[in-house]
């Protein structure tokens, strides 16, 4: 009896379970516990918890969408906010007061607002005006190509019977002019809610971002708020800083072609692509389709018409996939096809301003989840 306790002992401490026992000799299917759990309570459990969460952001989405009159004026004053953060953070450290770098700040995002609508404001009046005249002299240039185009039975009869009259065109235009009338008033409000709320976070900045770290309650988690709140603020501005120059080299760009292409207006051509640049995709395709558009109009010959366009998205190009990666480096860089959906849901949700917010937005969750998910670096074990 005790020799054999003593070979148990043996044979468990050489061995933890016997060998019928051991995972290795058990078949593919069996040496995995969770193979044959069966699907009950705890399935039911998951799937209630999925349910809950779906039910949370279909309300969430809701909410947001409802109050977007307040909300997009907020979230556009609060990501120009954390834009200007290294502003405001040198200009507090050359003595500048808090009330002083506020009303700086936002007196210099109020000037460049202010002489971007006064840039635009007379070339769309004048495209109101001529309308019409615009519409026409578009359908005479782009008649003989349409008609070579069989497929799209399209013909002269066409543009002179139905919806696509001109003078359906005019009689609509009325209507055209009631909606823009009718989104004037709340777009003045959202611009005044825009620079309080761009006036009062800028003032108030530090005193927030001092409330938010000190509501977590260890210091670890603290720490990590901390590191957060510095991150998105270096990304956002250096990004845009960076995008401002690169774009503004670009706007430039399209002036030069523009003016050579033989294109009215080639400044107002480079503020267009100037802005429409700080939308990814939509705005390089409708800058690309309205030159293509205007060329089309200005030359008689095809060739000399979609040259500009041509030019300016092969330019637009190398600046997106050459200079602009060499310039922010390879850590910053964002799934195209994450931004692309980004800037889908937000223009769903929020239209033009949604769509401009899509980028930064999808900046700031790219930089919480790399400072909560810290990426780690597995160093290989190489033998002896």
Same mark, same amino acid.
């Given at each position: ?5 003593i070979?148990?002992? &043996?044979?468990? &401490? ?8 051991r995972?290795?000799n058990?078949?593919e /299917?069996?040496?995995d ?7 009950g309570?705890?399935?039911? /459990?998951?799937a ?18 409802h ?22 953070? &040198?200009?507090?450290k ?22 971007l609508?006064n840039?635009?404001a ?7 005006e001529e ?14 190509f ?6 799209l ?66 210091r %670890? ?9 510095n ?6 501005g ?14 430039v ?38 030159v ?8 008689d ?14 330019? %637009?190009?190398?600046?997106?996939n ?11 860089e ?31 969750m790219?930089?919480v ?6 990426e780690?670096?597995?160093v290989?074990?190489?033998? /002896?």
């Amino acid at each position: 009896m005790v020799a054999l306790r003593i070979r148990n002992s &043996k044979y468990r &401490k050489h061995n933890a379970e016997p060998p019928a026992l051991r995972a290795e000799n058990l078949p593919e /299917d069996e040496s995995d516990p969770t193979a044959f759990t069966p699907l009950g309570r705890e399935a039911l /459990d998951v799937a209630s918890s999925w349910a809950m969460i779906g039910i949370f952001l279909i309300i969430g989405f809701a909410v947001v969408n409802h109050m977007s009159l307040i909300l997009i004026p907020v979230t556009l004053a609060v990501v120009v906010g954390m834009i200007l953060g290294l502003a405001a953070e &040198k200009l507090g450290k050359a003595g500048v007061p808090r009330f002083g770098i506020a009303i700086i700040l936002s007196s210099l995002v109020a000037a460049a607002v202010f002489l971007l609508v006064n840039a635009l404001a007379e070339p769309v009046a004048t495209l109101l005006e001529e309308g019409p005249n615009f519409v026409e002299r578009t359908i005479d240039r782009l008649m003989p190509f349409l008609e070579r185009q069989h497929w799209l039975n399209i013909s002269p009869a066409s543009f002179q019977t139905g919806p696509m009259s001109m003078q359906s065109l005019i009689d609509n235009s009325g209507n055209i002019l009631g909606v823009l009338t009718s989104s004037l008033t709340p777009a003045i409000v959202q611009g005044l809610i825009f620079f309080a709320a761009l006036l009062l976070f800028l003032l108030g900045r530090l005193r927030l971002r001092r409330t938010i770290i000190l509501a977590f309650p260890r210091r %670890h988690q603290r720490l990590v708020a901390i590191r957060i709140i510095n991150s998105i603020e270096e990304v956002l501005g250096y990004y845009f800083a960076t995008a401002t120059m690169i774009y503004a080299g670009l706007g430039v760009s399209m002036t030069l072609i523009a003016y050579f292409g033989g294109l009215a207006a080639p400044i107002l051509w480079g503020v267009f692509a100037f802005v429409s640049s700080f939308v990814p995709f939509l705005g390089i395709t409708l800058m690309t389709i309205s030159v293509a558009v205007a060329g089309i109009i200005t030359h008689d010959s095809l060739l000399f018409a979609l040259a500009p366009a041509a030019v300016f998205f092969a330019v %637009h190009l190398v600046v997106e996939n050459l200079v602009f990666p060499a310039v922010m480096g390879r850590q910053w860089e964002i799934n195209p096809f994450v931004v692309f959906i980004a800037i889908l849901f937000w223009t769903w949700m929020w239209g033009a301003v949604g769509a401009m917010l899509a980028l930064p937005l999808s900046l700031i969750m790219m930089t919480v989840l790399s400072e909560l998910f810290p990426e780690r670096k597995t160093v290989p074990r190489l033998p /002896d």
